[in-house]
């Protein structure tokens, strides 16, 4: 399959906002094929030239694409759940220009060919862009180290067990030791499986439901064992999903003596609590799990002031077989593509941050974490860009995601953000812009 | 028309019950009393209605309780064991739900094993659902029954002072009891070794103690909860023997209670666990068989309330009405 390469496109009247440089104002992008040529308040003067065509924003941010760190591909092996085709087209809908899988697939993704098939199907695909994770060890079983040098190679960014926590403090010790010979970033679930045999956050509502809870110490206990092996070994670790406010507090002090540690949260914990698994709702069975409303708070002070560099969708389909069921037999994870965005910017609209420190944790953080050349909108750099108005409102409904599993914790929930056009290397992948902002475009000329 | 004085279609718990639900569940089944030792205990207040016992877990005196309470109200009844390897041959509790309400039941006594399943089924069917235990959440009629039980003896529920104790974490008992009795006015100890206490209960309104003298002391009622076998090989607690010492229902520590104070137990009982046989038995102090006897006399009232709610909600459906 070939595709036409894009010419030149300029996207005018555009709210641009891109991390890299600061700049959050008026302005105008210059893409010819796959890259960006130019960003300025005005590059054009109202003399467009004749060969290029026009985009225009009409007002609405024009920022780089989404660059979602976390997300559980269902391809190979659970195909009903997702499919690389139906998690690319939710993400490109969600604004979303590279997502980076676990490695949880099955096949699981521990050694190169099981790499190489998703990075083809992607590529195929042409949609977001697909990188993934390598296993840290054999099988994710915690034992023994994957080959960690040759999966580099191959292209994963970085290394996780997924789901699992590496409970093995000496496993974790050496592979944190091992990764630091390559310079490869661990990414741990930080919870310590002894303590987490519950099914919701430890506490009163546990109590009252009459389920078992995993205590906040299942996260706080095994994010300190890890940064002391961090000291020890000098590696490079990164805490996926924290919610609780000690894990802030430990990430800080982390960061503070010099350790090259770094963290990241989902929506789901700055933007819900425990509460919304009353009633028994399977959606809102996540893990860590949805934790009581004062960790909800130091999740978004930690964002605030820059503890937690990334926010990341923490996507987990799973279809409604995995769901409809009692709560404690049902499965974790909740469906985070198609609300990153919109619920993120709660962050902006209840003035927790600035519009461009919510995208910078969305784009341009989780892209130097994992040493992506994205998020930015610098000359040169490949033009993946996101058209999206903050100020839309709309309620999210499950039932209408294009992902093909509909567990959303935020089903009903009222939102405000909405993508209206999805460039990958400088071409549309998804398209949502007014037909009649087109046509003004075209007069424009 | 629905039963204005518990307008409820499900009784899933005793959370969200007020006081005058309580004790007009409690008043009708008084009555149900005096019916079930007089000659004639049958009646036709359900004639012609259905009551399905659905339990995917074992029991025998729930079940037979519920069974026992539809015939003496003349109803048809069905026993269903459902065993949990039926959820392995890959019918899901949502499944056997719409199966069964296809039947047209009037009410469903419900017993499982997860916490919250019996609320599950109950949003998916047209009937009444009585929750006959889930998990380790709630267990609605037995809190009724014990509250049945010292409201004949004592003559009140309000300021009396109880203590529940043993194996908290994990009773669906203990819950719908402290509910009710601190909806009802009266003061609530539990006392267990921590690792048998749920976090953050003392929030809930109980008062918690981990010795038994210091929890006993002055205590109207003494609540013993049955501690599963499988919890007493060093997970929860090192071993029956330590266990019985420590929180062990016996002559000494009960010295500590009120001279009149009852001793309950919802059964069944591990004699040389959790309570000495001496102190079960005890016709002064035990009222363990009566505990028994008013579970049928509260099961016929709650059954009796639910069909009826049932009838009236159907009613209404089938007029076109919306139901509420």
């Known amino acids: 399959m070939s595709i036409a390469k894009p010419g030149r496109i300029a996207y005018i009247n555009a709210r641009v906002l891109d991390p890299a440089s600061g700049y959050d104002g008026p302005g105008e992008v210059l893409t010819s094929g796959e890259e960006i040529v130019d960003v300025g308040r005005k590059l054009f003067d109202g003399k467009l030239p004749a060969d290029v065509d026009v985009i225009d924003c009409d007002g609405m941010c024009l920022s780089p694409g989404l660059v979602d760190m976390r997300v559980q591909l269902r391809e190979p092996g659970e195909e009903h759940k997702e499919s690389l085709k139906s998690a690319s087209e939710a993400a490109v809908a969600s604004g979303v220009t590279t997502m980076v899988c676990l490695p949880n697939t099955n096949p699981i993704m521990d050694d190169e060919p099981t790499l190489e098939f998703v990075a083809r199907r992607a590529r195929l695909l042409a949609l977001t862009k697909v990188y993934c994770y390598g296993a840290v060890t054999k099988g994710l079983q915690g034992k023994e180290l994957a080959e960690m040098g040759l999966l580099a190679e191959a292209g994963a960014l970085a290394f996780t067990d997924a789901t699992r926590a590496i409970a093995d403090a000496q496993v974790m010790r050496r592979a944190l030791q091992y990764g630091a010979t390559f310079g490869l970033m661990i990414v741990q679930h930080p919870e310590e499986p002894t303590l987490a045999t519950g099914v919701m956050n430890a506490g009163e509502i546990a109590t009252r439901m009459g389920l078992s809870g995993i205590p906040r110490e299942a996260e706080i206990i095994m994010l300190e064992r890890d940064i002391r092996l961090v000291a020890m070994t000098g590696g490079r670790y990164h805490a996926a999903h924290i919610s609780t406010a000690d894990s802030v507090e430990i990430i800080a002090k982390a960061k503070a003596d010099g350790l090259k540690v770094t963290c990241d949260t989902a929506p789901f914990y700055f933007a819900l609590n425990e509460l919304a698994v009353r009633d028994y709702r399977t959606f809102a069975k996540l893990s860590p799990p949805l934790r009581a409303d004062e960790d909800r708070q130091a999740i978004v002070e930690g964002l605030k002031s820059g503890v937690i560099d990334a926010i990341a969708s923490d996507h987990a389909p799973q279809d409604s077989d995995s769901k409809r069921l009692p709560f404690p037999q049902a499965a974790f994870g909740g469906s985070g593509l198609e609300t990153l965005l919109a619920v993120s910017l709660d962050l902006y609209h209840n003035e927790h941050m600035s519009l461009l420190d919510v995208m910078r944790r969305l784009t341009l953080a989780p892209a130097e974490l994992l040493g992506l050349q994205a998020g930015s909108l610098a000359k040169g750099r490949k033009a993946d860009l996101t058209i999206f108005n903050p100020e839309e409102g709309w309620k999210v409904i499950a039932d209408n995601f294009i992902s093909k599993s509909k567990n959303s914790p935020f089903d009903g929930r009222p939102v405000q953000g909405r993508v209206l056009r999805t460039v990958v290397d400088g071409r549309t992948v998804f398209n949502a812009m007014p037909a009649e902002a087109k046509h003004a475009s075209a007069k424009a000329r | 028309m629905r039963d204005l004085a518990f307008p409820h279609r499900h009784l899933l718990g005793i959370e969200g019950l007020t006081p005058a639900e309580i004790n007009y569940l409690l008043d009708l089944s008084d009555r149900y009393v005096d019916v079930n030792r007089s000659a004639q205990k049958t009646s036709e207040a359900l004639a012609g209605r ?202 000494e520590k009960l010295a500590q209670a009120k001279p009149d104070a009852l001793i309950m137990h919802p059964g069944p009982m591990n004699r040389g666990t959790e309570i000495d046989s001496d102190v079960a038995d005890d016709v002064e102090r035990s009222v363990i068989r009566e505990q028994v006897e008013l579970g049928v006399a509260v099961r016929m009232a709650v059954l009796e309330v639910l069909a009826n709610n049932s009838m009236a909600q159907n009613a209404k459906g089938a007029l076109g009405r919306t139901g509420t």
């Open chain 2, 50 to 251: 259905t009551i399905v016992n659905l339990f995917f877990e074992n029991s025998t005196r729930t079940r037979t309780s519920f069974e026992l309470a539809a015939k003496r109200l003349g109803a048809n009844v069905i026993n269903m064991q459902v065993e949990n390897s039926s959820v392995s041959k890959g019918e899901t509790l949502i499944d056997t739900a719409v199966t069964l309400n296809a039947m047209h039941p009037d009410v469903l006594a419900v017993r499982h094993p997860d916490s919250g399943a019996v609320k599950l089924l109950a949003d998916k069917v047209n009937c009444g659902v009585v929750n006959g235990g889930d998990g380790s959440h709630e267990h609605p009629t037995q809190a009724l029954l014990d509250a049945l039980t010292i409201r004949r003896r004592k003559g009140k529920l309000n300021g009396l002072l109880v203590a529940i104790c043993g194996d908290v974490l994990h009773s669906r008992v203990a819950r719908s009891n402290f509910l009710l009795l601190l909806t009802m006015g009266a003061r609530v100890r539990i006392i267990a070794p921590r690792t048998l206490i749920p976090s953050a209960v003392d929030r809930l309104g109980v008062e918690v103690f981990t010795d038994m003298a210091a929890g006993l002391k002055d205590v109207d009622i003494v609540m013993m909860l049955r501690v599963q076998n499988e919890r007493m090989r060093g997970s929860f607690i090192p071993s029956v023997r330590e266990y019985f010492h420590f929180f062990g229902l016996d002559r």
